[in-house]
């Protein structure tokens, strides 16, 4: 008997030296993946895009013949940029880019490198919506948005949204890039800098 107690105290020792405490892993804990990440990014900009944000992009002023736009209106310019900034959805080089495409268009509207008349369409820009290179657009489209050919290069991506509700669906090009660990967009195809300030 003396040697079974010897032997039990014996074998819990040797478990109590061996056991260690259960560590708190990141695989105990759920994680979207980077998938799941830029298209729940993606389909929440949308959303506020589409139900939040203020319509216009690169407000443009009038001559005083009212005739003809001869620069940006940079107070409405400026508060876009402030609120683009606020919705935490987009990288710093993403409002980077798009406040020099304002000023960019401003300045050639100014100098008259491009002529803009009250009435016509503007002479930039493909005559589609900047945000969906579309004319038009499924309800709540933004609920149903998918990515397809992810490509991840460290905090870089790049991919294609599409949306599912219609046969003829855009394929609109999307770079995003993590930002103090937390996706935000950084390029959208409809805000290209050299295609909008062309001349």
Known sequence: MRVFKLFFFFFIGIVLVGFKPIEKTNASV????DNQQLEILIRKAYEWIETKSTKTDFDVVENKKGDKYVGLNLKAHNK??????????FSKQFLDNYNKIGLKIGDNLKTNKIEYFVGDLPPYGNDTNYWCDCQDNPEGYWKTLKINNLKIETNKASFYWTWTEWKETPKYKVKAVKENGIWKI????GLDYNSLTKI
């Open 186 to 189: 950084d390029y959208l195809e």
């Open 30 to 33: 759920y994680f979207a993946s």
């Open 80 to 89: 876009k940029l402030e609120e683009l900034k606020k919705s935490n959805f």
